[in-house]
């Protein structure tokens, strides 16, 4: 989006919030940012005007954004839903919570609440992709390694399991060996699910990883992202390569990501359905 002139980040771990950063700078667009505490390091926002609080202080980050007369709130990050004792709310933030019942609360729930409540006090939440379209998965293979096609039989095995998942809001990834289902992605994330593959895979042809959408996902929040350190990973368990749905999964630092990979034999590939 050309227009953008000025925007707010709610950012969360990991290196997005980092590129988003970034982004704005090169683009001249101006950007405040809040960190979620436990979540954001000073580092990670130290080139850009910011502030932190508790993922729980609703109406601090409204107020705050309002005070640096931003409409406009982006997304960013890394975060593990929290129990409700470590939410700690601010009013605002309970309103929020009191609408979703205890068992409701899952990840979809939580952010569609976040996002309703935040565009109800006036602020439109963009996508990332809005911002930084450059970071979406497109079709095809990345780099230099390719998929085998007893590797693309088990990203098709591994795409139907992981939607699967997804439309239960349990996780987005899953690993796939010959057919055999060795792993799926759930509140652990993905270094412990890549591990439990590691420790149970066969002698033979390598594991692949799969990782999709969540069937419905609201594009505003929550979407994953493949990075270095997923290479990393991917690399220390022995994974053969990795499958992402095109179109809205991210990739962070893409040539340094596709440079590691080709490095380590891996292959990347994003997968239209």
Same mark, same amino acid.
């Given at each position: 989006?050309?227009?953008?002139?000025?925007?707010?980040?709610?950012?969360?771990?990991?290196?997005?919030?980092?590129?988003?950063?970034?982004?704005?700078?090169?683009?001249?667009?101006?950007?405040?940012?809040?960190?979620?505490?436990?979540?954001?390091?000073?580092?990670?926002?130290?080139?850009?005007?910011?502030?932190?609080?508790?993922?729980?202080e609703v109406g601090k980050m409204m107020k705050t954004f309002k005070k640096?007369?931003?409409? +406009?709130? &982006?997304?960013?990050? @890394?975060? %593990?839903?929290?129990?409700?004792? !470590?939410?700690? #709310?601010?009013?605002?933030?309970?309103?929020?919570?009191?609408?979703?019942?205890?068992?409701?609360?899952?990840?979809?729930?939580?952010?569609?609440?976040?996002? +309703?409540? &935040?565009?109800?006090? @006036?602020? %439109?939440?963009?996508?990332?992709? !809005?911002?930084? #379209?450059?970071?979406?998965?497109?079709?095809?293979?990345?780099?230099?390694?390719?998929?085998?096609?007893?590797?693309?039989?088990?990203?098709?095995?591994?795409?139907?399991?992981?939607?699967?998942? @997804?439309?239960?809001?349990?996780?987005?990834?899953?690993?796939?060996?010959?057919?055999?289902?060795?792993?799926?992605?759930?509140?652990?994330?993905?270094?412990?699910?890549?591990?439990?593959?590691?420790?149970?895979?066969?002698?033979?042809?390598?594991?692949?990883?799969?990782?999709?959408?969540?069937?419905?996902?609201?594009?505003?929040?929550?979407?994953?992202?493949?990075?270095?350190?997923?290479?990393?990973?991917?690399?220390?368990?022995?994974?053969?390569?990795?499958?992402?749905?095109?179109?809205?999964?991210?990739?962070?630092?893409?040539?340094?990501?596709?440079?590691?990979?080709?490095?380590?034999?891996?292959?990347?590939?994003?997968?239209?359905?």
């Amino acid at each position: 989006m050309t227009d953008i002139k000025k925007i707010g980040m709610v950012a969360g771990s990991g290196n997005m919030p980092v590129e988003i950063i970034k982004h704005c700078k090169e683009k001249g667009i101006e950007i405040y940012v809040i960190g979620l505490e436990s979540f954001a390091s000073e580092e990670q926002l130290k080139d850009a005007p910011h502030c932190f609080a508790k993922i729980g202080e609703v109406g601090k980050m409204m107020k705050t954004f309002k005070k640096n007369n931003i409409t +406009e709130v &982006v997304f960013a990050g @890394g975060i %593990k839903r929290p129990s409700l004792k !470590e939410l700690i #709310p601010d009013w605002k933030g309970m309103k929020i919570l009191t609408n979703l019942a205890i068992n409701k609360l899952s990840d979809n729930n939580l952010f569609l609440a976040v996002i +309703e409540n &935040v565009e109800r006090y @006036g602020f %439109k939440i963009l996508g990332i992709e !809005e911002i930084v #379209p450059e970071m979406m998965f497109f079709e095809g293979v990345y780099g230099k390694v390719k998929p085998t096609k007893e590797d693309m039989n088990d990203i098709e095995r591994g795409f139907v399991v992981a939607k699967a998942l @997804g439309a239960v809001d349990v996780g987005q990834a899953v690993v796939v060996q010959e057919g055999m289902v060795l792993a799926v992605e759930a509140m652990e994330g993905t270094d412990m699910m890549l591990s439990r593959a590691a420790s149970i895979k066969k002698i033979g042809k390598a594991p692949v990883m799969v990782k999709v959408l969540k069937p419905k996902q609201d594009m505003r929040v929550d979407l994953p992202a493949i990075g270095l350190l997923t290479i990393e990973q991917l690399k220390k368990y022995g994974i053969k390569g990795i499958a992402v749905e095109a179109g809205g999964i991210l990739l962070i630092e893409r040539e340094a990501v596709i440079k590691m990979a080709d490095e380590a034999g891996i292959f990347i590939i994003g997968i239209k359905k």
